[in-house]
């Protein structure tokens, strides 16, 4: 299960309500490090380009909720996971079944994060993040 986190880029028109635009920032998903949204034709390849984008803009997650910068940049970085990876996972007969079937390998704090194919993961950033490209579900 994952969250999705958008950049609110417009405020709704105060005559009409039409809404807003977002840029998608990432998405969170549980084990995993954050899938850290790059748009090269934006000029957003880095954490730190996000964060330029995110002054004086509101960040909101899949269901409405208003995320503050400080939490934003906390869910990014401040990642580990919270369980041992004795088991493996369900459906799976081994952890290298696992990562090769999701593409993935061992992340950092005992998380795992996208293999790096310069397709969909174009990077690891330097803490618990992955730069992927193109669209997400």
Known sequence: MGTNYYLETQEPCPHCSRGYDRLHIGKSSVGWCFSLHIIPKLGINTLDDWKKQWEGKKIFDEYENEISHQEMLSIITDR???????????????????????????????LVRHQIDNIHCIGHGEGTWDYIKGEFS
């Open 80 to 110: 580990k996971k919270d369980f041992p990876l004795t088991k493996v996972p369900f459906g799976y007969n081994s952890w290298n079944t696992f990562y090769r079937n999701n593409h993935a390998e061992p992340g950092p704090n005992g």
